[in-house]
C-alpha cells in the first residue's frame, strides 16, 4: 500500500457537541500549535456548541486559531 499523497491544505474535522469537556481548548490550542508547521490548517467544527464565547476568547490560543476555526452548528 502506498500512502494517499499530501494535500497542500489539511482540514481537520470535529462532529459532536463542542464543549470544553470534548477537549474544545485542546482542539484551539493544537491548532494554534500545528499553524506553525502546516499554516493552511483549518479546525471544521460540527455540532451544537455548549460553551460560553467568553470563555472561548479567553483561551491563551485563541487569538492565534480564530482565523482558522470554523464552527458550523447543526
Keep these: 500500500l502506498r500512502p494517499a499523497p499530501v494535500n497542500s491544505q489539511s482540514d481537520l474535522l470535529y462532529?459532536?457537541?463542542?464543549?470544553?469537556?470534548?477537549?474544545?481548548d485542546t482542539m484551539v490550542g493544537g491548532l494554534a500549535r500545528l499553524q506553525r508547521t502546516h499554516p493552511s490548517a483549518q479546525l471544521h467544527l460540527f455540532g451544537p456548541a455548549w460553551f460560553s464565547e467568553a470563555a472561548l476568547t479567553a483561551l491563551p490560543d485563541y487569538a492565534t486559531a480564530r482565523p482558522h476555526l470554523h464552527f458550523h452548528g447543526y
Design 15 to 24: 462532529i459532536g457537541g463542542v464543549t470544553f469537556a470534548r477537549a474544545l
